[in-house]
Nanobody
Framework: QVQLVESGGGLVQPGGSLRLTCAAS????????MDWYRQAPGKQRELVAR???????DYADSVKGRFTISRDNAKNTMYLQMNSLKPEDTAVYYC????????????WGQGTQVTVSS
């Protein structure tokens, strides 16, 4: 059984930083693209950043220059370094991965709350 577990969320002041971690565990043969999504209250879930197995990255315009996505393939772990946080970054952040366990499928983590407030 595959699990994605996020950690690192919390309360931070505007301008502050947080680092989110997503750890994948279970029977995993390959992890393809990994993504961070977020969902603010009353809004649709949106893609924040994506990283391919080869390390190619892509970001939502709203976070470019402030957030950095990375991954450690040996540890089946993905990170999101968030700097210069703004109140509008407040949301539940979800890890998403396209991976091959007993079959290829997409998996979601349970989410971690990020609150940016003074």
């Amino acid at each position: 059984q595959v699990q994605l577990v996020e950690s690192g969320g919390g309360l931070v002041q505007p301008g502050g930083s947080l680092r989110l971690t997503c750890a994948a565990s279970g029977t995993i043969f390959s992890i393809y693209a990994m993504d961070w999504y977020r969902q603010a209250p009353g809004k649709q879930r949106e893609l924040v950043a994506r990283i391919t197995s080869g390390g190619t990255t892509d970001y939502a315009d709203s976070v470019k220059g402030r957030f950095t996505i990375s991954r450690d393939n040996a540890k089946n772990t993905m990170y999101l370094q968030m700097n210069s946080l703004k109140p509008e970054d407040t949301a539940v952040y979800y890890c998403h991965a396209d991976l091959h366990s007993t079959y290829r499928a997409a998996y979601w983590g349970q989410g971690t709350q990020v609150t940016v407030s003074s």
